[in-house]
């Protein structure tokens, strides 16, 4: 049985992963993939490199540790988590042979899941002018045209974030969304910031980069699409709201109705057994290195109770 299991091998996984290394901890961490999300990033046109705040790096420094200690970490998915006298059984999918893993403590760091358009262009930009994080580039924004589309206060939020930096943005709320009417009219009374309130997208075009998104007001008399309109811009953010990965531990933890886990400035959650950290809590900053301070912390957290038995 091991001492600590950490789902996740994203930067919060990483980090709880090698501070539970560092304790001295019997660790196994599981994960589809190392790094996460991280491995993702966003180019822009004429991006200078010096401007990046290069966090990847630091998540590459723990992948790599990580990599050169084969028995702290295995490729899998959890499919479930089972409570048991001495602590949990995880079972697990890969490599096409279902196996178990027992663990005395666990840490969650599996993040989200993100919502998509599915409009034609979104899969072939991804990465080259369209992300779905704002707040991550919006230093790289300086005097562009930013397009911003999505369901919630998070796409208001990331059009004001834009709007600190671009000469221009378009924020594109879907016509199910749901917002805080206050945070409308500030970001409208912007003068920078134009809102196309009930419109969805159509599809997303460029050429190496994306640089146009075709979107409609949904209009069901006129066969579900009104007339098209063309947003263009050098950087476009779908800033759907994205969902937590938590119903591993649906029935163990305390969530919020949205699903994030709750935890305290410990990374605890409501079971003494069970940490969590990243994006699938309530901490709401999908931050890299944030997610690798949380992580540390977790990882901490889980090495005291095992101490202290606490």
């Known amino acids: 049985m091991y001492e600590a299991a950490i789902i996740g091998g994203g930067p919060a996984g990483l980090a709880a992963t090698m501070y539970c290394v560092r304790k001295g901890m019997d660790v196994q961490l599981i994960t589809a993939t190392l790094g996460g999300k991280s491995t993702l990033g966003l180019t822009l046109p004429d991006m200078s490199e010096y401007h990046i705040i290069k966090a990847r790096e630091q998540v590459r420094t723990f992948q790599g540790k990580i990599e050169y200690l084969p028995h702290t970490w295995r490729t899998g998915k959890v499919t479930g988590i ?13 490599h096409g042979q279902p196996s178990e893993v027992e663990a005395e403590r666990i840490v969650i760091a599996t993040g989200t899941t993100p919502s998509p358009l599915g409009v034609p262009g979104e899969a072939d930009f991804f990465g080259q002018g369209l992300g779905s994080s704002a707040i991550s580039y919006s230093h790289l924004l300086r005097n562009r045209a930013a397009v911003v589309i999505g369901d919630s206060d998070r796409a208001i939020e990331a059009a004001i974030e834009c709007a600190e930096q671009c000469e221009e943005v378009s924020l594109v709320l879907e016509p199910h969304a749901t917002y805080s009417h206050r945070h409308l009219e500030f970001a409208g009374a912007r003068e920078n910031v134009e809102i196309y309130n009930g419109y969805r997208a159509v599809r997303i075009e460029g050429d190496e980069f994306a640089r146009r998104m075709i979107i409609c007001r949904d209009d069901r008399s006129a066969g579900g699409c009104g ?7 050098e950087a476009f953010f779908v800033e759907r709201t994205p969902r937590p990965n938590s119903n591993l531990v649906a029935g163990l933890v305390e969530r919020t109705p949205t699903g994030e886990i709750r935890i305290n400035e410990k990374n605890e959650t409501s079971h003494k057994r069970i940490f969590a950290a990243g994006d699938v809590t309530t901490v ?3 931050q890299i290195l944030v997610a690798l301070g949380e992580g540390a912390r977790a990882g901490l957290s889980a090495y005291r109770q095992h101490t202290m038995q606490v």
């Open 82 to 94: 089972a409570e048991t006298e001495a602590g949990f059984t995880l079972s697990l999918s890969g």
């Open 227 to 233: 007339p098209e309109k063309t947003l263009f811009g």
């Open 284 to 286: 709401g900053i999908e």
